[in-house]
């Protein structure tokens, strides 16, 4: 091998080892700020959603897409305003009787279970070993840690700029991502951007029909039970819908538990109908939503969730399924169709690159 053909070899190695050392420092950096860039996403998923209200005002006025956006902040500020004045005391009230109703009915379960050796047994085995149920403390220190706190605030308010900003200039961002690709795949870069878009409009809408479809249901069948804060259990059933598959359960224990409050047998009727619930929710709401919408595998959508929730908490949760979606459409779109060569006509996610934005 002559000498110049080794400088040549040396000079490939070298550009392959920095391009790889270059990979490795930018996915350590990202890891670094994953948190930063879960709420960035969020961010992205509030600016479908603003982008989704303002296109058929655009479509339909002589308003231009910037003040059809105006137009939507201005609706949404209000609505949360006038509803915030009416609607918050009566929460607020409600909440400080749920807290209270949890703290019966957690006592209501430690004298049941105390009745029984396998029951002590497992109050011993709850944290602090006292043979005492945390859930009231565990209720407090959750309300405490996530709701009126400097920390969340901010994360609040930046994931409200971000996705105000994206809202208003969607192009400058599309541009800017798309200026990164070769110019011969600029043109599939756009259809890729749309598809994604595409993909994310549809899982929100699913989305938001089935937590006011379930947090209608529950809290109407919650009253008709004579359960106490129906209301609020409605509402924390219906925010909780966010996260498929593991949200619904969730948001039965806080019913039972109230339930106790008011006896055994009310409480077995709550989870009686928390089950119905979420049974026609996964085998009739969820599959005709999703005809219209993204239809996620479930077992992609409960591994999705539980790996998200364990590495990066409530707020790997909340992205896990729109994440799960964007992937799947992204994998779909570059590998299937670019690089298996499919037909770009396949029904699911694939046919969300002919849809512009």
């Excluded at 990979?23 to 969020?42: G, R, T």
């Excluded at 050796?117 to 006292?130: K, R």
């Excluded at 043979?131 to 409200?160: M, R």
């Excluded at 479809?213 to 209301?231: K, S």
């Amino acid at each position: 091998m002559s000498q110049q053909n080794i400088w040549e070899y040396l000079k490939r190695l070298l550009i392959a080892v920095g391009i790889i050392g270059l990979f490795v420092v930018l996915l350590l950096f990202a890891w670094a700020i994953i948190d930063v860039l879960l709420l960035i996403f969020l961010g992205l998923l509030l600016a479908v959603v603003l982008r989704t209200l303002a296109k058929p005002i655009a479509r339909y006025t002589p308003l231009t897409a910037q003040w059809s956006l105006g137009v939507v902040l201005l609706v949404v500020v209000v609505v949360i305003g006038v509803g915030g004045w009416f609607f918050i005391p009566e929460v607020l009230s409600q909440s400080e009787l749920f807290v209270q109703q949890l703290g019966v009915g957690s006592n209501q379960v430690q004298k049941f279970l105390a009745q029984y050796s396998w029951g002590q047994q497992l109050l011993e085995q709850v944290p602090g070993g006292d043979g005492q149920l945390p859930i009231s403390n565990l209720l407090n220190q959750f309300v405490d840690a996530f709701t009126l706190t400097l920390e969340g605030l901010a994360n609040v308010l930046f994931v409200a700029f971000i996705g105000i900003f994206l809202a208003v200039e969607p192009n400058l961002y599309r541009s800017g991502i798309v200026s990164l690709v070769p110019p011969q795949g600029r043109d599939r870069a756009q259809e890729v951007i749309a598809g994604v878009v595409h993909v994310l409009r549809a899982w929100l809408l699913g989305r938001v029909i089935s937590m006011f479809a379930i947090g209608v249901v529950v809290a109407i069948g919650l009253t008709i039970l004579n359960i106490p804060l129906a209301l609020v259990l409605g509402i924390i059933t219906g925010l909780l819908e966010f996260i498929p598959v593991v949200g619904p359960i969730l948001s039965a224990v806080p019913a039972v538990i109230i339930a106790v409050s008011q006896g055994f047998m009310a409480a077995v009727y709550v989870a009686i109908f928390y089950l119905v619930v979420q049974q026609l929710e996964g085998n009739v709401l969820t599959p005709i939503v999703q005809q219209k919408t993204v239809s996620l595998p479930p077992a992609i959508t409960l591994a999705a969730v539980l790996a998200m929730g364990a590495l990066f908490g409530v707020l790997g949760a909340l992205v896990a399924t729109p994440l799960a979606a964007v992937i799947m459409a992204l994998i779909k779109m570059l590998y299937v169709q670019d690089i298996l060569g499919s037909p770009k006509g396949a029904r699911g996610v694939s046919e969300a690159g002919r849809s512009p934005e």
